[in-house]
């Protein structure tokens, strides 16, 4: 199996697309290994993250129903990643002292277990590129966490997040745009963006996914870009349901502001 030979750091980033669509290949082992060992090394508070290597079809074919996306049936790897605060209270437990954890409410540890998770996964897609693999976040298993849950028997206190889909890629979609920099970099205040740049910005990135046939192609659905965020966001009682049932599943594993 050959790789892509390594680029500059900076080229590797901005060139970074998410890839959907992967060849059967099989990584070895050593590689999955390999790229976990990489998101340790990202900097941590707490280092209240687990990742669940998923190996078994039987658990890739149930992925597949839940999330619905062609990554899970194709891709080479798939990992589930979890925060982890049961291991961190369990061994801060060890240390025999009232810790933050034991408290009710411990907004700095829930949000920092968040944030230290999604920069471990971060260096796991940024290896994965410089190894000339493609990858792709997915985010079903936060939006139905007691399915999943139940599914890879995860103890209260892990929380499934998302799953990181990686393999050699079997397409090559355009770079997709992004809310300008005057938009995003602010200096000592913040400024707000002004309605007219944010439709500015919604009408490229319309343009640009229409010209890519984005939604029809990942989803089979033939509705317009917009329409199919609004879809994906949309506001109703069924969803106000759900809110309230990953909330209250989220409050009593540990995530508490």
Not at 134 to 147: E, K
Not at 221 to 241: C, H, P, R, S, W
């Amino acid at each position: 199996m050959v790789f892509a030979k390594s680029r500059s750091v900076i080229n590797l980033l901005r060139s970074r697309r998410s890839i959907r669509i992967f060849k059967p290949v099989e990584i070895p082992e050593e590689f999955v290994k390999l790229l976990v060992e990489v998101a340790e090394r990202a900097p941590v508070y707490m280092q209240a993250y687990t990742f669940i290597w998923v190996k078994s079809e039987e658990k890739r074919t149930k992925l597949y129903e839940i999330c619905g996306s062609s990554a899970v049936k194709n891709a080479s790897i798939i990992l589930l990643v979890c925060c982890d605060l049961k291991r961190v209270k369990k061994m801060l437990d060890m240390l025999g002292h009232r810790h933050v954890l034991s408290s009710d409410k411990h907004p700095v540890e829930t949000v920092m277990s968040i944030f230290e998770t999604a920069l471990a996964v971060e260096n796991i897609v940024i290896a994965a590129e410089s190894l000339g693999l493609g990858s792709v976040i997915i985010d079903c298993p936060l939006l139905y966490a007691p399915t999943i849950s139940e599914m890879f028997q995860l103890p209260r206190g892990v929380i499934p997040i998302a799953l990181l889909c990686i393999g050699v890629r079997n397409e090559s979609p355009p770079l997709r745009p992004r809310l300008p920099l005057e938009i995003v970099l602010h200096e000592d205040v913040y400024r707000e963006a002004s309605e007219e740049e944010l439709r500015t910005f919604l009408e490229k990135l319309e343009k640009h996914m229409e010209l890519e046939n984005y939604v029809k192609k990942y989803t089979g659905k033939d509705m317009k870009f917009i329409d199919y965020i609004k879809a994906k966001t949309q506001l109703n009682k069924d969803v106000e349901k759900e809110n309230e049932t990953l909330s209250r599943f989220l409050r009593e594993s540990f995530l508490k502001i």
